[in-house]
């Protein structure tokens, strides 16, 4: 299964493929002939791989942060939020290698409260000061157990962050809503009520992994 998000994108990768192979065939050395038609069959390969968009397994549980993306945890920290949360926080960032399935999902059920699109420079994605000066698109929700927000960020190679919620929109775990083409990285912020599942150098997965459990 392929996200609908990269239809544009494996669309042209086809034609441009098509293209290729069909001109290929003109050219009389046959290793140069051979070179563009692997070439070109690697590049689409990639590109479907890359695109791709499993089904997940969400869990049944309300009182849990599900993590928004595929990919290693490289930051568990407590935080100051002034953007959304205003006070104490608890901070997780995934990085997602280019390998990674880069389809995002909604960490917690509620309400899109905040929407906030900034431009800025691609610093590679692991670094810490990447998710206040790259390209990125934080999202605010309003949740039965408080304000959790999430980040999208581009990365050093990634130019394309895709999203489809609004503010004012409904929104449930697990549910898909966008994604960062081509490598990237995604912070989750929630207040100090929230206890942290994960540490650095986990692995999670996109709508099944929790990150936060909620303490009464």
Do not use: C
Not at 73 to 89: S, T
Not at 132 to 137: D, I, K, L, P
Not at 173 to 201: C, H, L, N, T, Y
Request: aromatic share 12%; charged share 20%.
């Amino acid at each position: 299964m392929f996200t609908k998000y990269g239809y544009s994108t494996l669309g042209i990768i086809s034609i441009i493929t098509f293209v290729l192979i069909s001109t290929s065939f003109f050219i009389q050395n046959n290793f140069i002939k051979t070179a563009i038609i692997i070439v070109s069959l690697l590049l689409l390969l990639f590109t479907m791989y890359f695109f791709r968009d499993p089904e997940r397994q969400i869990p049944k549980k309300e009182n849990v942060i599900l993590s928004p993306a595929d990919g290693k945890v490289i930051l568990v920290k407590d935080v100051l939020d002034n953007e959304y949360i205003n006070g104490r926080a608890k901070q997780v960032s995934i990085f997602m290698s280019p390998l990674n399935v880069h389809v995002n999902r909604i960490p917690v059920s509620g309400v899109v409260d905040y929407l906030k699109y900034y431009q800025g420079d691609y610093i590679a994605a692991f670094e810490d000061k990447a998710s206040v000066r790259n390209e990125r698109a934080v999202f605010g929700i309003k949740s039965k157990f408080g304000k959790v927000l999430f980040t999208q960020v581009a990365g050093f190679i990634a130019r394309r962050i895709v999203y489809t919620i609004k503010p004012g929109d409904s929104v449930t775990m697990g549910k898909r809503f966008g994604m960062i083409k081509f490598g990237s990285r995604v912070d989750v912020v929630v207040p100090d009520s929230w206890q942290a599942i994960v540490k650095e150098g986990d692995k999670v997965l996109a709508g099944e992994s929790i990150l936060f459990e909620f303490i009464k």
